[in-house]
């Protein structure tokens, strides 16, 4: 069958759709927010692969097939094996790293375990070790006549007791012992045994190097490691002298006495005990007192209020602490008054990390001062917080807590010996496996390239080093090469996440398998999407079937058959309004993509900047010394490729320096010099991905407030009046209104063992949270249930006699988010629909003084039409006096920008200069690229600025 024919799918708002998806293509579904996308895409074509691959499974597995949803469609016919590529974080385990997630750290193991070279963590000298026939081997290539004595050195502490030592060696048949240096007869050893000795050895053998000797050879040097374990020492007469040479069998330096084990996978896995670092346990961070987190107001003074601490006020540890205060300014000379930022430095050496306290008080005759150790408050807490026994207390303690890197593994996972096991690989660089996964997966590529493999195990390591090769490339070719691979899962991007789970699909090789993906695009720069693209392809020509949600004009471009749905969101969506290729597409995305409909105006700002926010000295992770200036009371967009250093300047620096400066947050902001213009602002919002809830019990209507004024209205019915209901029987989260068999979930969570868990709907309530009784008081013929199944912009309507409900839903409107059902689970929700929650949640609240909002690609799920109302909506935050900053890579919301911060001009070590600038009115237009190229747009902001970077030859003319 040449085609994957869906007939009938009535999937959430999908209305009968009939379509026909060509095999081995790559095929996107496009179209505005909530029109069916993904019910097409997930819900109904993924989700139906899926349960019939279930259903081919053991009877143990289909005894849950009854209990799971079938999508409702009438027929699929031509399905293929389906597997999705979603965007999900990519995990929240802090042991997770991309090199774990792409299974990378298993080949890598094997491989340090096998070609790893130990080396003396403290000296860095290469550790060697022999076989015994490589020991026979070198004194038997020693000079003809040479004379040897083998030697076994004795542990020390078993010197201790000489009696019982040289009565065993005398019963093994020897007969001498060097002690110290000095040859002796085991009866004279017993005459004239040292108190202390230093070395003490056995005589296994003499003599002389003669051909044919190998046999005897080899006999006493088994017999010498017998004895020692490890190691033979040979003393070998050179003229009148005599020089010792030492023969290793495991990996050991002599001179610090350091012994490495036989290497095995298990040493460099931080999740083992044998690997991981004892001090952090493998996480590579530990937890401290951060004495920033330990002041609440620098200005103020120091006894009041300057110092916040974890106790509460006027608990007996507050009361201890202005005692010791009063002895601390005693000690120093200084006034209580004197505010924190002013305080000397020896004096808050002694308060954070502790030392001796003078009391003054006075004893014995002399009336000397009476000192007492002091711990300090950061001692203090790191001690208390292990100790804890109350939530509350921890909680406290948690304050003031921050992390960094561990100080014993410098975040590295594992233990040194572990760390110094290296190899050589490209320009002769030896790198132990934490070292390499430091590396981005660009510069790892090179290094592999010209690893060195011990010709005895050539055959077998080199596939190994193919197979870490052959993933990294993967990696790179899906745009991700400026990665490092010992980056924590949790820190990347769900595009980022997704983009991984696509690499490993590309090497697992499959063909004739149906590939769903959800706007892999997501994060990544214009610069990047080609590459992006070339992997799709790639993919589709393994005979594979991709199926690719998605707005990126480069990747619609790139399909072989575009499916837009439409013509609205929600109820007003779930039909397909064209399909064809890109080209010959007639649709407004086809208009869009010819030109035919103009871009979003750019807005001028209606007034001058108010100051800026100067960020001084950025160098985190690859930020190269750069001063990036922010003006507020603009719309200001921070872009450039992946890994250019965009986050570490919005998220590790900005956000984390805000958060510190208003919510006294313990995050630990990059490296920086200052930020400079904190003072202009009043308040701090992040708007972030990150999703509003996890369960089904979280949906719009809670997150957004509405369901307070919703269940207000509801317990001031008649019937709630008659029956004494107030707004609490019609929570979902209560007992009283709610469903007790779900607990007002709506669903049951099915566990199964070897499938990610399932909900299904509650066939005692059938899925509408609420018992029999709650669900008899309507309003306008609804129930509270029926209400939360309205979707935003009906509810608008349904809801307009109550005013802070009506403004509400309106403003949620406004984003777009006019199809999203009151009621539907938080889970279920895009990144980009949480985040427009959250901003719908700000512009609802009542006039706030000077707001910093920061945006992380708001535009993640947007078509072209929803991006327009997403820039009104800055628009409007902008011109109410607030600054908004967007990390963003839409190239629309790049050109309605005010201000511009262009990073690069690649990424991780190439990146992180600051390329956006404003420049004079007068500026000539740039050389570097033609007027064709020029971005569309580019002269606005205050009175005219050329942008002159990286980003423009990505810029689209107006005819696009």
């Known amino acids: 069958?040449?085609?994957?024919?869906?007939?009938?799918?009535?999937?959430?708002?999908?209305?009968?759709?009939?379509?026909?998806?060509?095999?081995?293509?790559?095929?996107?579904?496009?179209?505005?927010?909530?029109?069916?996308?993904?019910?097409?895409?997930?819900?109904?074509?993924?989700?139906?692969?899926?349960?019939?691959?279930?259903?081919?499974?053991?009877?143990?597995?289909?005894?849950?097939?009854?209990?799971?949803?079938?999508?409702?469609?009438?027929?699929?016919?031509?399905?293929?094996?389906?597997?999705?590529?979603?965007?999900?974080?990519?995990?929240?385990?802090?042991?997770?790293?991309?090199?774990?997630?792409?299974?990378?750290?298993?080949?890598?193991?094997?491989?340090?375990?096998?070609?790893?070279?130990?080396?003396?963590?403290?000296?860095?000298?290469?550790?060697?070790?022999?076989?015994?026939?490589?020991?026979?081997?070198?004194?038997?290539?020693?000079?003809?006549?040479?004379?040897?004595?083998?030697?076994?050195?004795?542990?020390?502490?078993?010197?201790?007791?000489?009696?019982?030592?040289?009565?065993?060696?005398?019963?093994?048949?020897?007969?001498?012992?060097?002690?110290?240096?000095?040859?002796?007869?085991?009866?004279?050893?017993?005459?004239?045994w040292p108190e202390r000795p230093v070395a003490v050895e056995v005589v296994v053998d003499r003599f002389v190097v003669r051909p044919g000797g190998e046999a005897r050879l080899a006999d006493s040097v088994e017999t010498a490691l017998k004895i020692c374990g490890s190691e033979a020492r040979a003393s070998i007469q050179a003229g009148d002298l005599w020089k010792?040479?030492?023969?290793?069998?495991?990996?050991?330096?002599?001179?610090?006495?350091?012994?490495?084990?036989?290497?095995?996978?298990?040493?460099?896995?931080?999740?083992?005990h044998l690997g991981a670092c004892a001090a952090c346990e493998g996480l590579g961070t530990e937890s401290f007192c951060d004495p920033a987190l330990l002041i609440g107001d620098p200005a103020k003074p120091w006894t009041a209020g300057?110092?916040?601490?974890?106790?509460?006020?006027?608990?007996?540890?507050?009361?201890?602490?202005?005692?010791?205060?009063?002895?601390?300014?005693?000690?120093?000379?200084?006034?209580?008054?004197?505010?924190?930022?002013?305080?000397?430095?020896?004096?808050?050496?002694?308060?954070?990390?502790?030392?001796?306290?003078?009391?003054?008080?006075?004893?014995?005759?002399?009336?000397?001062?009476?000192?007492?150790?002091?711990?300090?408050?950061?001692?203090?807490?790191e001690r208390k917080i292990g100790l804890a026994k109350s939530e509350a207390a921890r909680r406290r303690l948690l304050r003031v807590m921050a992390h960094r890197p561990c100080r014993v593994c410098h975040g590295k996972r594992l233990k040194p010996q572990w760390q110094a096991v290296r190899i050589e690989g490209c320009g002769g660089r030896w790198l132990g496996i934490q070292d390499f996964c430091g590396l981005p997966v660009d510069d790892a590529l090179g290094w592999i390239d010209g690893i060195v493999i011990d010709a005895a195990k050539l055959e077998i390591c080199k596939r190994l080093a193919d197979d870490v090769?052959?993933?990294?490339?993967?990696?790179?070719?899906?745009?991700?090469?400026?990665?490092?691979?010992?980056?924590?899962?949790?820190?990347?991007?769900?595009?980022?996440?997704?983009?991984?789970?696509?690499?490993?699909?590309?090497?697992?090789?499959?063909?004739?398998?149906?590939?769903?993906?959800?706007?892999?695009?997501?994060?990544?720069?214009?610069?990047?999407?080609?590459?992006?693209?070339?992997?799709?392809?790639?993919?589709?020509?393994?005979?594979?079937?991709?199926?690719?949600?998605?707005?990126?004009?480069?990747?619609?471009?790139?399909?072989d058959r575009v499916i837009d749905m439409g013509?609205?969101?929600?109820?007003?969506?779930?039909?397909?309004?064209?399909?064809?290729?890109?080209?010959?597409?007639?649709?407004?995305?086809?208009?869009?993509?010819?030109?035919?409909?103009?871009?979003?105006?750019?807005?001028?700002?209606?007034?001058?900047?108010?100051?800026?926010?100067?960020?001084?000295?950025?160098?985190e992770h690859n930020l190269k010394e750069i001063d990036v200036s922010l003006p507020l009371g603009q719309l200001v967009c921070i872009t450039g490729p992946s890994g250019s250093g965009k986050s570490t300047l919005a998220d590790d620096i900005l956000r984390r320096v805000l958060a510190r400066h208003f919510n006294g947050a313990g995050d630990v902001p990059g490296k920086h010099d200052a930020i400079e213009g904190l003072g202009e602002i009043g308040k701090f919002v992040v708007a972030d991905q990150s999703p509003i809830g996890r369960s089904p019990r979280s949906n719009p209507a809670t997150f957004t407030g509405a369901f307070d004024h919703i269940r207000e209205l509801y317990g001031k019915l008649p019937l709630s009046k008659?029956?004494?209901?107030?707004?609490?029987?019609?929570?979902?989260?209560?007992?009283?209104?709610?469903?007790?068999?779900?607990?007002?979930?709506?669903?049951?969570?099915?566990?199964?063992?070897?499938?990610?868990?399932?909900?299904?709907?509650?066939?005692?309530?059938?899925?509408?949270?609420?018992?029999?009784?709650?669900?008899?008081?309507?309003?306008?013929?609804?129930?509270?249930?029926?209400?939360?199944?309205?979707?935003?912009?009906?509810a608008w309507t349904f809801f307009g006699a109550v005013p802070k409900l009506r403004v509400l839903l309106e403003i949620l409107t406004d984003l777009g988010l006019g199809y999203v059902k009151l009621g539907q689970a938080a889970n279920t929700l895009s990144g980009g629909e949480a985040q427009r929650l959250k901003l719908a949640v700000e512009l609802a609240k009542p006039q706030a003084p000077h707001t910093l909002y920061l945006f992380d690609e708001?535009?993640?799920?947007?078509?072209?039409?929803?991006?327009?109302?997403?820039?009104?909506?800055?628009?409007?935050?902008?011109?109410?006096?607030?600054?908004?900053?967007?990390?963003?890579?839409?190239?629309?919301?790049?050109a309605a920008a005010d201000w511009v911060v262009d990073l690069g001009p690649g990424g991780e070590s190439t990146g992180a200069r600051w390329w956006g600038r404003e420049l004079p009115a007068n500026w000539p237009e740039s050389p570097v690229h033609p007027p064709e190229w020029r971005w569309r747009g580019i002269s606005r902001n205050f009175g005219k600025t050329n942008l002159n970077t990286g980003i423009a030859p990505w810029m689209k003319p107006p005819n696009r």
Not at 249 to 268: C, D, K, M, Q
Not at 316 to 337: C, D, I, L, N, Y
Not at 590 to 617: D, F, K, M
Not at 871 to 878: T, W
């Open 1 to 192: 069958m040449e085609a994957i024919r869906i007939r009938g799918a009535r999937q959430h708002n999908l209305r009968g759709v009939d379509v026909d998806i060509p095999r081995g293509k790559l095929v996107v579904i496009t179209g505005p927010s909530g029109s069916g996308k993904s019910s097409l895409a997930f819900h109904t074509l993924y989700a139906e692969g899926q349960r019939r691959y279930v259903e081919s499974l053991s009877a143990y597995a289909r005894q849950f097939l009854d209990q799971l949803e079938k999508p409702d469609v009438d027929s699929i016919e031509g399905l293929s094996p389906a597997i999705a590529i979603e965007q999900r974080s990519g995990g929240l385990s802090p042991r997770s790293t991309v090199a774990t997630a792409t299974e990378i750290y298993d080949y890598l193991r094997v491989l340090w375990a096998a070609v790893g070279v130990p080396h003396d963590p403290a000296t860095g000298e290469r550790l060697e070790r022999m076989t015994s026939t490589d020991i026979v081997t070198a004194l038997s290539k020693l000079p003809e006549g040479s004379r040897v004595v083998l030697l076994a050195p004795v542990p020390l502490e078993e010197a201790s007791e000489p009696e019982r030592l040289l009565g065993d060696l005398k019963r093994q048949g020897f007969v001498r012992v060097r002690v110290d240096g000095s040859l002796l007869e085991i009866e004279e050893a017993a005459a004239s």
């Open 244 to 272: 010792d040479l030492s023969f290793q069998t495991s990996y050991r330096n002599p001179t610090t006495g350091l012994i490495v084990e036989e290497l095995s996978p298990r040493h460099f896995s931080f999740n083992s």
């Open 306 to 381: 300057g110092i916040r601490g974890w106790w509460k006020d006027g608990s007996p540890r507050h009361t201890q602490f202005k005692r010791e205060a009063e002895a601390m300014g005693r000690m120093f000379s200084v006034e209580p008054e004197m505010p924190v930022n002013a305080l000397p430095v020896e004096l808050a050496r002694l308060l954070f990390e502790g030392g001796e306290l003078d009391t003054g008080w006075k004893v014995g005759r002399e009336k000397k001062s009476q000192k007492k150790p002091f711990e300090g408050l950061c001692r203090e807490a």
């Open 469 to 559: 090769r052959k993933r990294l490339s993967f990696l790179e070719e899906v745009g991700l090469g400026y990665l490092g691979l010992d980056r924590a899962s949790g820190t990347l991007s769900g595009g980022e996440a997704q983009r991984i789970r696509l690499a490993t699909q590309l090497g697992a090789g499959l063909s004739g398998v149906l590939y769903v993906l959800d706007e892999p695009s997501i994060g990544l720069h214009a610069a990047d999407t080609a590459r992006l693209i070339g992997a799709l392809k790639r993919l589709r020509d393994l005979e594979n079937t991709v199926v690719v949600v998605e707005h990126d004009e480069e990747i619609i471009r790139a399909a």
């Open 567 to 619: 013509p609205g969101a929600g109820v007003e969506g779930g039909l397909i309004i064209g399909q064809g290729e890109p080209d010959t597409l007639v649709s407004p995305t086809g208009q869009w993509l010819r030109g035919e409909i103009p871009p979003y105006p750019n807005v001028p700002a209606t007034g001058l900047p108010l100051a800026s926010l100067v960020i001084r000295g950025a160098r």
């Open 722 to 794: 008659q029956r004494g209901y107030g707004p609490g029987r019609f929570s979902f989260n209560t007992a009283g209104g709610r469903c007790e068999r779900c607990e007002g979930a709506g669903r049951l969570k099915i566990e199964m063992n070897f499938l990610p868990d399932a909900w299904v709907p509650c066939q005692a309530c059938g899925g509408r949270r609420f018992n029999r009784e709650t669900l008899e008081v309507t309003f306008k013929g609804k129930s509270i249930a029926d209400a939360l199944e309205l979707p935003i912009a009906e």
């Open 858 to 894: 708001p535009t993640t799920g947007l078509h072209f039409g929803d991006v327009e109302r997403l820039l009104a909506a800055f628009f409007r935050l902008r011109d109410a006096g607030h600054s908004v900053i967007v990390v963003e890579h839409h190239l629309d919301v790049i």
